[in-house]
């Protein structure tokens, strides 16, 4: 599966729209981007994924380049709940296995 | 969504004893099951992949006498901490792939905190 890059930290202030770049050059065409958050001692919770097309729920909204070697998860207006780590994972539409990196910590400030 | 459990949610055993953690996934049967061992301020790291009736696949470094896996039905997976010490006290988290969907969606359970004394 392709490495991602993440920033370690972010802080946004609460009603604010939280963007969380990723980078991942070596990404290729059968490869989908996953991204999960892990509220503090709990197990990682899954947002949203997408192959090429920008995708949104009721959680975030990816966008996803043209050329695909980066994306952005946005929150649109983030609470305090928000605070967490945000796991961007680039994985194969028919591999099952996840790799964890570091991740970006986002603090939601009031 | 689909719910995975995990129990228990947090244990403390002496050194030296054994330690069963259970993984279900509630509403849907799980054809693979993934245990991974987070120690403070790190990432995720995958110990094991498991499915039902067979051995599990280890990773690299993780012993598997030490650390048994048993994934005896499509709903269960148990990960047996044996002769525990000190340095495997971290927070356990196991994770089940919904086999009947299209894309294989990953779900994760809430995580078990092991501390050895």
């Known amino acids: 599966d392709a490495k991602t890059t993440q920033p370690p930290s972010m802080d946004c202030a609460e009603g604010r729209a939280a963007n969380l770049p990723c980078n991942h050059s070596t990404i290729s065409g059968n490869e989908y981007v996953y991204w999960y958050r892990q509220i503090h001692s709990q197990g990682p919770q899954y947002i949203i994924h997408g192959l090429k097309n920008n995708e949104t729920n009721e959680m975030a909204s990816l966008i996803i380049t043209e050329d695909r070697k980066s994306s952005t998860l946005i929150l649109p207006h983030a609470t305090l709940r928000d605070t967490a780590v945000y796991y961007c994972?680039?994985?194969?539409?028919?591999?099952?296995?996840?790799?964890f990196g570091e991740g970006t910590q986002l603090t939601v400030n009031p | 969504g689909a719910v995975v459990s995990q129990h228990p949610s947090w244990v403390i055993c002496k050194s030296g004893t054994s330690v069963k953690i259970e993984c279900r996934s509630l509403?849907?049967?799980?054809?693979?099951m993934f245990w991974y061992r987070q120690f403070p301020k790190q990432s995720l790291m995958l110990m094991a992949t498991s499915n039902e009736g067979s051995k599990a696949t280890y990773e690299q470094g993780v012993e598997k006498d030490k650390f048994l896996i048993n994934h005896a039905s499509l709903t269960l997976s148990t990960l047996t901490v044996t002769s525990a010490h000190p340095e495997d006290s971290s927070f356990y988290i196991c994770s089940a792939i919904r086999g009947d969907l299209a894309v294989y969606e990953q779900y994760f359970g809430p995580g078990t905190r092991l501390t050895v004394t």
């Open positions: 509403d849907f049967q799980a054809t693979t």
């Open positions: 994972i680039v994985r194969e539409t028919s591999g099952s296995r996840l790799t």
